[in-house]
């Protein structure tokens, strides 16, 4: 069965960077898109940006260009989402999911991770 | 871009329907037919209910139905039950980006 394990949460200082793993199974990993999506406390999700595991090449959202790196080792299934410079804003659950190649919907989602940054 | 627009709350007694709506521009939601629709449940991941408009993955009831009429994208949910209870979000998939909808908390009364 498809599944995505994320690492477990963190806590960082403001200024400081973050990475988070997603590590994926039950299906080839090089053929799906992977997202990152985030959560801040008791608000809305907020897309992040895509890697594509085949070709290594991603996007991401206006917002994060410049902070946010997106990466993969296909060895093991897993994609890695770096984000820098942290400010207590980017305390939130972070999310990778797997995109439906056909309907573009995210039709896995890894189990989140809470990321606080405080001093 | 800015997010998709959506009503901060809806609620429906058991039985009922409600509908969510989901407005965005003929950039996103108008131009595309990848509007997909989630259900969040609190301290849960988000999962499907909607991809592509008005397509029901394998799983989910038949109660959840999507439709689009322009720059505007509807959820409707039939027989409410307790278990609709939930935040639900749209969301559009275009060329260069993702947007999510603010969130609608869906109270069943």
Known sequence: QVQLVQSGADVKKPGASMKVSCKTSGYIFTDYYIHWVRQAPGQGLEWMGWIHPNTGGTNSAHKFQGRVTMTRDTSINTAYMDLASLTSDDTAIYYCARLLNGGRSLDFWGQGTLVTVSS | ?109
Do not use: M
């Open chain 2, 1 to 109: 871009q800015s997010a998709l627009t959506q009503p901060a709350s809806v609620s429906g007694s058991p039985g009922q329907s409600i509908t969510i709506s989901c407005t965005g521009t003929s950039s996103d939601v108008g131009g595309y037919n990848y509007v997909s629709w989630y259900q969040q449940h609190p301290g849960k991941a988000p999962k499907v209910i909607i991809y592509a408009v008005s397509n029901r993955p394998s799983g989910v009831s038949n109660r959840f139905s999507g439709s689009k009429s322009g720059n505007t994208a509807s959820l409707t949910i039939s027989g409410l039950q307790a278990e609709d209870e939930a935040d639900y979000y749209c969301s559009s998939y275009t060329n260069t980006n993702t947007l999510f909808g603010g969130g609608t908390n869906l109270t069943v009364l």
